[in-house]
């Protein structure tokens, strides 16, 4: 079937999600969009996808649907609710959910679904703004290979590194695992960063140095230059991070699993939310640290 062929419903056109839909509209496929805020869809509208008023119309007119929202509670309403996808979605359609939410619901979802005969992926992302934006980003999946393989088109209109992880609910597994490592990785360079500016030191000449060694990283590269020129806009925000951060504390204890680096992490971030930083980027840690 082509790609003109494919009707792809997309729900959450925030931050990561605009850019990310906007990649599928210009791959070929047809596009459908929904936000709860309208506004935030008009780029995609202008350029040729079409609005729908609701999840329900959505689900019903779409071959592949796509949704990529805040929290659990809300994949949890748009997925399983009487007006929500499951209920709507025509059998046989391809659901995919790209938050970042709880391993557990993915496969509550899937199983969901199976009785609908509808095929569910978790396929959460890492990568932020930048990596939706030029279509770079890390794609986790979980749920039956087969369907991961059909999807592959899909995906790799939205990032480089895509690769199934296992059954439902290893893709939200993985990114933990990345959340984790990003969250005492956050840390490191933002005191890195902060140190840098403590020695009197021109951070860019410092980044030059390091961000290519042992010490580099993602964040690095991307988020410590945002942070010297005071850029804390969002690419990914204080408030999503710490929800991702309580899920994984939340799934290691489950497995009895200690991450002390995981819980300063949170400690930090949970300051910046007390502070009313919750919609900055997560890099805002860096002003925290420089008190």
Known sequence: MSRDNITV?????????????MNILNGGYNLLVYNRTKSKADNLVK???????????????SDVIISIVGY????????LNENGIIKNAKTGSIIIDM??????????IYDAAIEKNIYSLDAPVSGGDVGAKNANLSIM???????????????????????????AGAGQHTKMCNQIAIASNMMGVCEAMVYAKKAGLNVENVLKSIETGAAGSWSLSNLAPRMAKGDFEP?????????????????????????????LAKSLYDELLNENKGDCGTQVLYELLNK
């Open 9 to 21: 419903g997309f729900i959450g056109t925030g931050v990561m999600g605009n850019s990310m839909a």
């Open 47 to 61: 350029k040729g996808a079409r609005w729908k008023d609701t999840v329900e119309e959505i689900s019903k007119e």
């Open 72 to 79: 659990p509670k809300d994949v949890e309403e748009i997925y």
């Open 99 to 108: 938050t970042t939410s709880k391993p557990s619901l993915a496969k509550k």
């Open 141 to 167: 999946v979980g749920g039956d290979k087969n369907i991961y393989e059909k999807m592959k088109p899909i995906f790799q209109l939205m990032g480089k590194n895509i690769v199934w992880q296992g059954q």
């Open 235 to 263: 690419g990914f925000y204080v408030k999503h991070f710490i929800k991702d951060m309580n899920i994984a504390l939340s799934e290691a204890k489950d497995m009895k699993l200690e991450t002390p680096g995981l819980k």
